[in-house]
Nanobody, 125 residues
């Protein structure tokens, strides 16, 4: 089992920044990848970014490229999501997820077995 705890959400004005943190615990050595997804009211959960742990390969959704940045701290089993130039359309609950399925497509929800509880990000115009 892997436990994930997100933090760092909040209310910010458009153009502002927030940094989300996801701390993993438990059987983290089995992790293949970690990702961030988000879900706005009335919409499906969508991919934001992911990292394949062993090769540090990071991918981003087109909607956040150039504005969001994912990083990690191996020693702390923690990943971060730095969000800059935030827009009202970035408003959503942000979820951290972990996958232990080697070779999975990291932009798909089905690749992830473990999910955090989510943290709310609200961007005002």
């Amino acid at each position: 089992q892997v436990q994930l705890v997100e933090s760092g959400g909040g209310l910010v004005q458009a153009g502002g920044s927030l940094k989300l943190t996801c701390a993993a615990s438990g059987r983290t050595f089995t992790n293949y990848a970690m990702g961030w997804f988000r879900q706005a009211p009335g919409k499906e959960r969508e991919f934001v970014t992911s990292i394949i742990w062993g090769i540090s390969s990071i991918r981003y959704a087109d909607s956040v490229k150039g504005r969001f940045s994912m990083s990690r701290d191996n020693a702390r089993n923690t990943v971060y999501l730095q969000m800059n130039s935030l827009k009202p359309e970035d408003t959503a609950v942000y979820y951290c997820a972990a996958s232990d399925t080697w070779g999975a497509s990291t932009d798909r929800r089905t690749a992830y077995k473990y999910w955090g509880q989510g943290t709310q990000v609200t961007v005002s115009s």
